[in-house]
């Protein structure tokens, strides 16, 4: 299916993605863009899921771009690096690490528990939130 049909399926489902990108890879989806919130990316993703010939869908999707607010997070590992990854998800590649305690850049807060970081060191990826704390304000 054409960009256009995804796209109705997503308005369809009552979401607005304005920058919506579909991939179609023999069956597997690969969807990015920017929602409002969860909810309109759990819809969103459902609709998707419902189309002909689709079998899997792999999730970019983001909730913000968070660039511009400068913020930085706590790498909050037990003791170990934090994997930095080529994709949202343990399956992808690691890429490049961020020692324990260290301070990454949070670029884009990703929709599946996952976000866009820039290490110290410059590496960019994926890292789960689970391994990411906020630096209270001084």
Same mark, same amino acid.
């Given at each position: ?18 920058? %919506? ?5 023999? +069956? ?7 929602? !409002?919130?969860?909810? $309109?990316? @759990? &819809? ?37 690096? %934090? ?5 949202? +998800? ?7 690490? !961020?020692?324990?305690? $260290?301070? @990454? &850049? ?33």
């Amino acid at each position: 299916a054409a960009q256009s049909s995804f796209a109705d399926l997503v308005t369809a489902a009552g979401v607005s993605i304005p920058d %919506l990108k579909v991939a179609n890879e023999n +069956g597997v989806l690969s969807v990015s863009g920017t929602v !409002a919130d969860f909810d $309109s990316g @759990v &819809k969103a993703l459902a609709a998707l899921k419902g189309a002909p010939g689709v079998t899997e869908i792999k999730n970019y999707l983001q909730i913000e771009d968070m660039t511009a607010k400068n913020i930085f997070m706590e790498v909050a590992t037990e003791s170990s690096s %934090l994997n930095i990854r080529s994709g949202p +998800g343990t399956e992808y590649d690691i890429v490049g690490k !961020a020692a324990h305690e $260290s301070k @990454v &850049k949070l670029i884009k807060k990703m929709f599946n528990g996952w976000y866009f970081i820039k290490s110290e060191e410059g590496t960019e990826g994926f890292s789960s939130t689970d391994y990411l704390k906020d630096i209270p304000a001084k």
